[in-house]
């Protein structure tokens, strides 16, 4: 592990695996790299492999006030700067994830190879909007206890929870977050809707939603999907946290799309 301070911020991060191209991992809202342990064996054998805490997640620095999507996008440009990644990068990303993924592709389009979103939380919609921000300020109020049921209830259903183990350590793991860096995220969720940049992606790009997802049904991301130039769309058996819940499906559905691609 190694930690490196950029964009006025200080990351964790890990780099691993060997070859000439790079992938980068980018974990969901409440997750951490830790997210991606299971799947990182079947993509970091042919390629490097990066990946980092987000701001406010893990051990990265913690969020006060406010962030942006641009911050996170700035973040991981000047991860790449002191890790002497200068060539173009493909990126991999879960729900907010894969919404930072793809605004890094937009803003820094000359630096992204390709591009993977499963199930991309690209902001709150009307009708979720006020339910977003009630739970940054319920988080912020009574800690990440008070909302892990409800919110696991939908993100990690008993369907998905294929591993027991996992699942408790996945919860204990999410407990840990800080409430104000969570609250500060669900903020910029609901305050700074990005999906109108679907139709700005110019790099090759697979969107995946899972079957088990009710936060983000493949009715949802699909015509997402379609908003992408030249973009290809797939359904997979899985939930909202798809590099937890089935690992070896997501791994195989980067690696064998980033390999038809070249990278």
Not at 130 to 142: I, S, W
Request: hydrophobic share 45%.
């Amino acid at each position: 592990m190694n930690f490196v301070e950029v964009n006025g911020t200080s990351l964790r991060c890990e780099l691993t695996g060997e070859g000439a191209a790079t992938l980068v991992l980018i974990h969901e809202m409440g997750g951490t790299l830790d997210s991606w342990d299971q799947a990182l064996p079947a993509l970091n054998n042919s390629r490097q492999v990066l990946r980092y805490d987000t701001r406010g997640a893990g051990l990265s620095q913690k969020i006060k006030g406010a962030v942006s999507w641009d911050q996170m996008a700035d973040d991981l440009a000047g991860l790449l700067d002191a890790l002497g990644i200068t060539g173009k990068v493909s990126l991999a990303g879960i729900a907010v994830g894969a919404a930072i993924g793809m605004h890094f592709a937009v803003r820094y389009p000359d630096r992204a190879a390709g591009l993977v979103m499963h199930g991309p939380a690209t902001g709150a919609s009307e009708d979720r909007k006020k339910a977003t921000l009630e739970r940054a300020d319920a988080v912020e109020a009574g800690g990440m206890a008070s909302v892990v049921e409800t919110s696991l209830a939908l993100s990690y259903p008993p369907v998905v929870r294929y591993n027991a183990e996992e699942f408790r350590k996945f919860r204990a793991r999410w407990l840990g977050n800080d409430p104000e860096s969570f609250a500060a995220i669900n903020r910029m969720l609901a305050n700074g809707d990005i999906t109108p940049e679907l139709a700005k992606i110019t790099c090759p790009t697979l969107v995946t939603a899972g079957r088990h997802d009710p936060l983000r049904p493949p009715s949802v991301i699909e015509p997402m999907a379609r908003q992408i130039p030249g973009a290809q769309f797939l359904e997979l058996n899985t939930g909202h946290f798809a590099s937890v819940q089935t690992p070896g499906l997501m791994a195989q559905a980067i690696h064998y799309f980033l390999h038809a691609q070249g990278q």
